[in-house]
T-cell receptor, first 111, second 109 residues
Framework: NAGVTQTPKFRILKIGQSMTLQCTQD?????MYWYRQDPGMGLKLIYY???????DKGEVPNGYNVSRSTTEDFPLRLELAAPSQTSVYFC??????????FGQGTRLTVV | AQRVTQPEKLLSVFKGAPVELKCNYS??????LFWYVQYSRQRLQLLLR??SRESIKGFTADLNKGETSFHLKKPFAQEEDSAMYYC???????????FGGGTRVLVKP
């Protein structure tokens, strides 16, 4: 079972560039999440989705966009990358009453 | 809004010593509480959830609604317990997780 797969694992962006972080899950989960992990700050929710076609903002949505056209995929888009977006990004999925299953993370550096 | 606080950023203990990771939360309802663990170079994974009331890898956690706490305990720490531990809260099934800041545990030989 692949579970939750994120790509890429690492990326260096220049200020002002854009990119999409990919996330796909094969567990048929309705719920999907994007978190960022900053040192000493824990995980903060960026966006989440409760099903295909439905997305909502988390704590720190500014500078990001998401879409959920299928149950499996939940890409995160960064427009006009800024140094403050340097972080480790985690995608997760879960069922209504299950734990959240996490991807391996994407380490992003904006220079 | 709900909030999860882990007051210790780092806990350093010797192998065989007890370890307790503190987790306090603020939420007026009856939340679900979780402990997640992240070993070096691995993804976050569930360690415990309070409704299962089971012990995993020797760890236990009790939900204390009066003190709004969900502390994680292990009586005899092992070197393989060295990891990052996150406490998390969910208001109800189908809701998003709110994480604490994490506690890094270092078990010395």
């Amino acid at each position: 079972n692949a579970g939750v797969t994120q790509t890429p694992k690492f990326r260096i962006l220049k200020i002002g560039q854009s990119m999409t972080l990919q996330c796909t899950q094969d567990m048929n989960h309705n719920y999907m999440y994007w978190y960022r992990q900053d040192p000493g700050m824990g995980l903060k929710l960026i966006y989440y989705s409760v099903g295909a076609g439905i997305t909502d903002k988390g704590e720190v949505p500014n500078g990001y966009n998401v879409s959920r056209s299928t149950t499996e995929d939940f890409p995160l888009r960064l427009e006009l990358a800024a140094p403050s977006q340097t972080s480790v990004y985690f995608c997760a999925s879960g069922g209504w009453d299950t734990e959240a299953f996490f991807g391996q993370g994407t380490r992003l550096t904006v220079v | 809004a709900q909030r999860v606080t882990q007051p210790e950023k780092l806990l350093s203990v010797f192998k065989g010593a007890p370890v307790e990771l503190k987790c306090n939360y603020s939420y007026s309802g009856s939340p679900e509480l979780f402990w997640y663990v992240q070993y070096s170079r691995q993804r976050l994974q569930l360690l415990l959830r309070h409704i299962s009331r089971e012990s995993i890898k020797g760890f236990t956690a009790d939900l204390n609604k009066g003190e709004t706490s969900f502390h994680l305990k292990k009586p005899f720490a092992q070197e393989e317990d060295s990891a990052m531990y996150y406490c998390a809260l969910r208001k109800a099934a189908g809701n998003k997780l709110t994480f604490g800041g994490g506690t890094r545990v270092l078990v010395k030989p």
